[in-house]
Antibody
Framework: QVQLQESGPGLVKPSDTLSLTCAVS?????????WGWIRQPPGKGLEWIGSIYYSGSIYYNPSLKSRVTMSVDTSKNQFSLKLSSVTAVDTAVYYC?????????????WGQGTLVTVSS | QSALTQPASVSGSPGQSITISCTGTSSDVGSYNYVSWYQQHPGKAPKLMIYDVTNRPSGVSNRFSGSKSGNTASLTISGLQAEDEADYYC??????????FGGGTKLTVL
């Protein structure tokens, strides 16, 4: 059973960089799956942020691309998200997830999510 | 990048069938068989219910089925149960992104 666990600060100041890590357990991050970040503002819908393959290939949501950086650490079996110049609109529950196959177009395992609040 | 269009809410009585629509364009739903559906209960992470338009992951009830016609995909839940009350989101590959979610639909079981 694949397990994903998000970690990182729950409070970030405006204009700072949001940094989150997703630790993957009981499954190799170097397998033929993509790994993604999805966020959900309080009371709102899901927004795909980006997806990364263990080799380093990356796709970003065009609306966030200028502020997003994703990376993968195969030695630690984890991947990370950085979102720069955050504002209140970036307040959301951030989920990490695994895609079901090498196509990368659906997520079959999700972390529990972590709430990140942007406030001074 | 525009979100896929879903009805804000649908409702049905126990035992009935309901259908949730997900309307996109020829750049996403209409041209690719990469539509997926997720169920989300309050305070919980989304759960994959359907992938690649019609496929059901292992462990998902066969009361859930997916289909597509033109630019619109649909999720049908038959034999509605109280536990089906949740938010439902569709997602599709899109040539410009490559992933986009729908705005979500709140299902109420009366």
């Amino acid at each position: 059973q694949v397990q994903l666990q998000e970690s990182g600060p729950g409070l970030v100041k405006p204009s700072d960089t949001l940094s989150l890590t997703c630790a993957v357990s009981d499954y190799s991050i170097s397998s033929s799956n993509w790994w993604g970040w999805i966020r959900q503002p309080p009371g709102k819908g899901l927004e795909w942020i980006g997806s990364i393959y263990y080799s380093g290939s990356i796709y970003y949501n065009p609306s966030l691309k200028s502020r997003v950086t994703m990376s993968v650490d195969t030695s630690k079996n984890q991947f990370s998200l950085k979102l720069s110049s955050v504002t209140a609109v970036d307040t959301a529950v951030y989920y990490c997830a695994r895609t079901g196959d090498s196509s990368g177009y659906y997520f079959d395992y999700w972390g529990q999510g972590t709430l990140v609040t942007v406030s001074s | 990048q525009s979100a896929l269009t879903q009805p804000a809410s649908v409702s049905g009585s126990p035992g009935q069938s309901i259908t949730i629509s997900c309307t996109g364009t020829s750049s996403d739903v209409g041209s690719y068989n990469y539509v997926s559906w997720y169920q989300q209960h309050p305070g919980k992470a989304p759960k994959l219910m359907i992938y690649d338009v019609t496929n059901r992951p292992s462990g998902v009830s066969n009361r859930f089925s997916g289909s597509k016609s033109g630019n619109t995909a649909s999720l049908t839940i038959s034999g509605l149960q109280a536990e089906d009350e949740a938010d439902y989101y569709c997602s599709s590959y899109t040539s410009s992104s490559p992933l986009v979610f729908g705005g979500g639909t709140k299902l109420t079981v009366l």
